[in-house]
T-cell receptor
Framework: NAGVTQTPKFQVLKTGQSMTLQCAQD?????MSWYRQDPGMGLRLIHY???????DQGEVPNGYNVSRSTTEDFPLRLLSAAPSQTSVYFC??????????FGDGTRLSIL | EDKVVQSPLSLVVHEGDTVTLNCSYE??????LLWYKQEKKAPTFLFML????IEKKSGRLSSILDKKELFSILNITATQTGDSAIYLC???????????FGPGTRLSVLP
């Protein structure tokens, strides 16, 4: 049982490049979320999904895109990377009112 | 605007000390308050609190919620070096999704 799997673990991009951060879960959780974590700012919600085919914006959605075609996968796309998007990205899943389970994160640097 | 505040932001203690971490919140549609411990990677769940005045305990850690004064505390007794981590407080706003995180308290326990 892998839980929440994020890939890649590390990535370096150049400004203007695009890429997709992957998140996969095998717990059959209906809720999935993407957060970014910056020093001193805790976790900020980027986008979330309450089920396949349904997504919504969080606190800091600009520059990011998501889709949810299956229960298991919730990829996060950076459309045109900017240095301000340098951060650690976490995917989280949950079911009902239960606490979220987090992946190990993707450390992203944009030059 | 929904807000979660934690104090102190950083704390250094010696093994054996007792620490109290604080979390206050101003949110609409409060459902629950959660505490997480984050070491090097993913945050791991500690407690979920929904009712005022009921202490939750797990070993040397305990937590309590005051919904009238809108705060929670996390106590750690007889601290150990393994308690060194960032402790995150989060508030769940509605059913299932939409958690607001505080900035975290970085605890360092020296031998």
């Amino acid at each position: 049982n892998a839980g929440v799997t994020q890939t890649p673990k590390f990535q370096v991009l150049k400004t203007g490049q695009s890429m997709t951060l992957q998140c996969a879960q095998d717990m059959n959780h209906e809720y999935m979320s993407w957060y970014r974590q910056d020093p001193g700012m805790g976790l900020r919600l980027i986008h979330y999904s309450v089920g396949a085919g349904i997504t919504d914006q969080g606190e800091v959605p600009n520059g990011y895109n998501v889709s949810r075609s299956t229960t298991e996968d919730f990829p996060l796309r950076l459309l045109s990377a900017a240095p301000s998007q340098t951060s650690v990205y976490f995917c989280a899943t949950s079911k009902g009112d239960q606490p979220q389970h987090f992946g190990d994160g993707t450390r992203l640097s944009i030059l | 605007e929904d807000k979660v505040v934690q104090s102190p932001l950083s704390l250094v203690v010696h093994e054996g000390d007792t620490v109290t971490l604080n979390c206050s919140y101003e949110v609409t549609n409060f459902r629950s308050l959660l505490w997480y411990k984050q070491e090097k990677k993913a945050p791991t769940f500690l407690f979920m609190l929904t009712s005022s005045g009921i202490e939750k305990k797990s070993g040397r850690l305990s937590s309590i919620l005051d919904k009238k004064e809108l705060f929670s505390i996390l106590n750690i007794t007889a601290t150990q070096t393994g308690d060194s981590a960032i402790y995150l407080c989060a508030v769940s706003l509605n059913y299932g999704q939409n958690f607001v995180f505080g900035p975290g308290t970085r605890l360092s326990v020296l031998p």
